[in-house]
């Protein structure tokens, strides 16, 4: 099994920053994905960001490309998501989601079988 745990949510003022950090205990993996979902009240669960754990390639949602930014500390198995220029159109539980091997898609939820328990990121005008 793996564990999922996020942090690093809270509440800030549009424009400002956040990094949030998901780390992996249990059984770990060197291929797959580490992704980023986040859900608003009323709405569907949607895609923010993944990276590839075998060769870090990183993908982005339109809506937060240029503003965020995520990496991976291999030695700490945490994969963070640096959130610049937060709009309050950004507000949501973010979830950090793990796959092992190959996935048909990563900007799907139903592709990932682990998840983490949420963070929520409030943005204010």
């Known amino acids: 099994q793996v564990q999922l745990v996020e942090s690093g949510g809270g509440l800030v003022q549009a424009g400002g920053s956040l990094r949030l950090s998901c780390v992996a205990s249990?059984?770990?993996?060197?291929?797959?994905?580490i992704g980023w979902f986040r859900q608003a009240p009323g709405k569907e669960r949607e895609f923010v960001s993944a990276?590839?754990?075998?060769?870090?390639?990183?993908y982005y949602a339109d809506s937060v490309k240029g503003r965020f930014t995520i990496s991976r500390d291999n030695a700490k198995n945490t994969v963070f998501l640096q959130m610049n220029s937060l709009k309050p159109e950004d507000t949501a539980v973010y979830y950090c989601?793990?796959?092992?091997?190959?996935?048909?898609?990563?900007?799907?939820?139903?592709?990932?079988?682990?998840w983490g328990q949420g963070t929520q990121v409030t943005v204010s005008s």
């Open positions: 990276i590839r754990l075998n060769d870090y390639r990183s």
């Open positions: 989601a793990a796959e092992e091997g190959y996935l048909v898609s990563y900007y799907s939820p139903r592709f990932y079988r682990y």
């Open positions: 249990g059984r770990t993996f060197s291929s797959g994905a």
